[in-house]
């Protein structure tokens, strides 16, 4: 019996599965993918809805489903339930999303659901309030919670007067809204206009078209002068690099530490250096900062570096939550790693490891199909089809050390963030001094 770990199978190259894309009647960008290794149809519905205030936008994402001029929300949940299939809606600062699934034989029973519930949904009163109420109860649960708490006033600090400064609205806000504003809102916003839909699965790629133009034809011919074309969301504003702010909790024995720098988008030629960058640093449980704050000092069990590639913009955030005796400590070592990071050129040994890691979870985001169909929309709101996986792939493959250490020291620079800590101010204050000027805040 062996007790040597196996070397990690060649390399091999991303396979890709065909897309078809095609702009239906009313302006819904629609990207078709076959898959007939299960026989389900996932499908991703995005409809544009800036500029609204978050608390109305998420209520109308809760209740949409609750009931159409034909059926009930019970009625609604035994359809699906009937054709093995799910729906559920969201939002964000740029979007109204529907997704769901069922058995692919039973595609146009689920798009009939969807037809109704984008041209008859009705909010009736009982659901709709038992739905803001629990909206409300969840978001004062929430309010006690750091991440919550330093998120919220790190999107303020950030982005102040663009509409991704308040995504997290107040249990009051929610309350304060009517069902005659989400149904006003439904009537002007939940329309096809510039509305995207993906769809992968075990499909008829002969005939899907028809079928999407036919089901959702009504949708198309619903429209009304009530209709609002919603405005582009803007850039993100270029945030000013900061010194440390300290959010004071009184009494707290953890403390939230954010720290925040400007990233590029997808389509910079140095997106690839940038996402090695980012793995080596923080990126996954194999990268120098989980080494060095979980595995090395114990500070904390789930420090992390993500970058988000939004529509408006794309950041850098890194994440440790900490206990409050060693929060300045903690920090000093999310700066030492930032330092190396620029000084030394990564070896070929830890970049080999990471780009087999971030080759891999490309494979793995897009082995199933409602990853794929994720996947998918996600490329779309920025612009991008899935072919960009495979260039992304081919750039990943060039990336050298000298690229890793370029980009770090362009990128991660200190002098351009931003750091956000929720914690006590009283035990935190002083020892963080020595690290920068810092300023504290008593309220979010």
Same mark, same amino acid.
């Given at each position: ?8 199978a060649?390399?091999?190259?991303l396979?890709?599965?065909e897309?078809?894309c095609?702009?239906?009647p ?5 990207t078709?993918?076959r898959?007939?290794?299960v026989?389900?149809?996932e ?5 544009p ?8 936008a998420?209520?109308?994402a809760s ?8 059926? &009930?929300l ?11 299939? @799910?729906l559920h809606a ?7 999303s529907?997704?769901?699934?069922c058995l692919? @034989?039973?595609?146009?029973?689920w798009l009939? /659901?969807?037809g109704?519930?984008?041209?008859e949904?009705t ?14 109860d969840? /978001?004062?649960?929430?309010?006690? +919670?750091?991440?919550y708490?330093?998120n919220r006033?790190?999107n303020h600090?950030l982005?102040e ?11 009051g ?9 989400v ?7 939940v329309?096809?206009d510039?509305?995207?839909l993906?769809v992968v699965?075990?499909?008829?790629e002969?005939?899907i ?7 959702? !034809? ?7 002068d009530e209709?609002v074309v919603?405005?582009?969301?803007p850039?993100?504003?270029?945030f000013?690099?900061? !010194?440390?702010?300290?959010?004071d909790?009184?009494?707290s024995v953890?403390?939230?530490i954010r720290?925040v720098?400007p990233?590029i ?19 996954y449980?194999s990268s ?5 704050l979980?595995?090395?000092k ?6 992390r ?7 408006? !913009?794309?950041?850098q *955030?890194?994440h440790?939550?900490v ?5 300045s400590?903690?920090?000093r ?17 830890? *970049?080999?490891?990471?780009? +087999?890691y971030?080759? !891999?979870?490309?494979? /793995? ?5 409602? &990853? ?5 929309? &996600?490329l779309?709101?920025c612009?991008?089809?899935?072919d960009?996986?495979? &260039?992304?792939?081919?750039r990943?493959l ?8 370029r980009?770090?020291r362009?990128r991660?620079?200190?002098?351009? @963030? ?5 914690g006590?101010a009283? @035990? ?7 690290l ?9």
């Amino acid at each position: 019996m062996t007790t040597m770990i196996p070397q990690l199978a060649p390399e091999t190259p991303l396979v890709l599965p065909e897309a078809v894309c095609r702009v239906l009647p009313g302006g819904i960008s629609t990207t078709v993918v076959r898959r007939a290794s299960v026989p389900i149809a996932e499908m991703r519905l995005s409809i544009p809805m800036t500029h609204i205030e978050p608390a109305l936008a998420d209520l109308l994402a809760s209740t949409i489903t609750n009931g159409t001029k034909r059926s &009930s929300l019970r009625g609604i949940a035994e359809r699906l339930q009937s054709i093995g299939g @799910s729906l559920h809606a969201g939002s964000s600062p740029d979007q109204l999303s529907i997704s769901g699934f069922c058995l692919a @034989s039973q595609l146009p029973a689920w798009l009939d /659901i969807l037809g109704e519930l984008l041209t008859e949904a009705t909010f009736p009163a009982d659901p709709f309030h038992v739905e803001q109420e629990r909206i409300s109860d969840s /978001i004062s649960v929430a309010e006690q +919670q750091p991440d919550y708490l330093v998120n919220r006033r790190l999107n303020h600090r950030l982005w102040e007067g663009h509409p991704y400064a308040h995504q997290h609205p107040s249990a009051g806000e929610i309350k304060a809204v009517t069902r005659d504003d989400v149904e006003k809102l439904y009537r002007e916003r939940v329309h096809p206009d510039r509305a995207r839909l993906v769809v992968v699965g075990d499909i008829d790629e002969a005939t899907i078209f028809d079928l999407l133009t036919d089901k959702l !034809g009504a949708w198309v011919e619903n429209v009304t002068d009530e209709v609002v074309v919603s405005d582009p969301m803007p850039p993100l504003p270029q945030f000013a690099p900061s !010194g440390i702010e300290i959010v004071d909790r009184p009494g707290s024995v953890q403390s939230a530490i954010r720290v925040v720098f400007p990233a590029i988008d997808r389509r910079h030629p140095d997106n690839a250096a940038q996402h090695l960058a980012n793995l080596i640093y923080g990126g996954y449980f194999s990268s120098r900062l989980v080494l060095n704050l979980r595995e090395e000092k114990g500070y904390g069990y789930t420090p992390r570096s993500i970058i988000d590639h939004s529509p408006a !913009g794309t950041y850098q *955030l890194i994440h440790a939550d900490v206990a409050t005796e060693v929060t300045s400590l903690a920090l000093r070592e999310v700066h030492h790693e930032l330092r190396r990071m620029a000084e030394e050129t990564v070896g070929e040994d830890e *970049l080999a490891k990471t780009r +087999q890691y971030a080759l !891999g979870a490309l494979k /793995i985001g897009t082995s199933a199909n409602s &990853s794929l169909a994720s996947f998918i929309s &996600s490329l779309a709101s920025c612009g991008l089809t899935l072919d960009y996986l495979a &260039s992304h792939t081919e750039r990943l493959l060039a990336v050298t050390p000298a690229d890793v250490r370029r980009v770090a020291r362009e990128r991660l620079n200190l002098d351009r @963030s931003v750091t956000v800590i929720l914690g006590e101010a009283e @035990s935190i204050e002083a020892p963080l001094r020595a690290l920068g000027d810092v300023t504290v805040a008593q309220s979010i």
